[in-house]
């Protein structure tokens, strides 16, 4: 079988929240530097970025700095985890791109809880998905598994954005060696 040098796609027609969600898939495969399959991701995502208006293009290399990545989980954390509800993540996709607080119900070997937090970053350590959020039950940051949020509600509530590095200090007991 051979691939013609220039493939082309004819006439793709994506909407806004698919080619934002293509985006941000692009932008997390370069964060985990893969040298398989994954050479062209730059320019690929460069010309998908070029479909959108200068403001927009802000807009989303903002959203690209709120997603982090951590070193892999542990076995511990690995043998427990799930895959996420779906019905979750589109209140909680919603929530961190407009930066507005979600309501969730979430559920630890110890508790379950229901509380209102602003979905500040999302943090992957391979395979597990995090939320570095503020809680307002807490009143502190707070580190979820997304796979941990039995249910999610976009609220009116807005937020301004915490710095990364303030809210990855709560976070780094999590990730460091055992």
């Known amino acids: 079988m051979r691939v013609a040098a220039?493939?082309?796609?004819?006439?793709?027609?994506?909407?806004?929240?698919?080619?934002?969600?293509l985006l941000l898939a692009l932008a997390i495969g370069e964060?985990?530097?893969s040298p398989l399959l994954l050479s062209s991701l730059k320019g690929l995502r460069q010309k998908i970025?070029?479909?959108?208006?200068?403001?927009e293009r802000l807009r989303v290399s903002r959203l690209r700095r709120r997603i982090l990545h951590a070193p892999p989980a542990s076995r511990r954390i690995t043998e427990s985890v799930t895959s996420p509800r779906p019905a979750v993540l589109g209140?909680?996709?919603?929530?961190?791109?407009?930066?507005?607080?979600?309501?969730?119900?979430?559920?630890?070997?110890?508790?379950?809880?229901?509380?209102?937090?602003?979905p500040h970053y999302l943090?992957?350590?391979?395979?597990?998905?995090?939320?570095?959020?503020?809680?307002?039950?807490?009143?502190?940051?707070?580190?979820?598994?997304?796979?941990?949020?039995?249910?999610?509600?976009l609220?009116?509530?807005?937020?301004?954005?915490?710095d990364a590095d303030s809210?990855?200090?709560?976070?780094?007991?999590?990730?460091?060696p055992v």
């Not at 970025?49 to 200068?54: N, S």
């Not at 996709?93 to 937090?117: N, P, S």
């Not at 609220?155 to 915490?162: G, H, K, P, V």
């Open 6 to 21: 220039r493939v082309g796609l004819g006439r793709l027609q994506l909407d806004h929240r698919e080619a934002l969600d």
């Open 123 to 153: 943090l992957l350590a391979w395979p597990v998905w995090y939320l570095l959020v503020w809680d307002h039950l807490r009143d502190a940051i707070r580190t979820l598994r997304l796979d941990r949020i039995e249910s999610a509600r």
């Open 155 to 162: 609220t009116d509530r807005t937020f301004q954005l915490r």
């Open 31 to 33: 964060r985990l530097r």
């Open 49 to 55: 970025a070029m479909a959108f208006p200068p403001e």
């Open 167 to 176: 809210m990855m200090l709560v976070a780094r007991d999590l990730f460091a």
């Open 91 to 118: 209140p909680v996709q919603d929530g961190f791109f407009a930066q507005r607080a979600i309501e969730i119900e979430y559920g630890t070997v110890r508790e379950r809880t229901t509380r209102v937090v602003e």
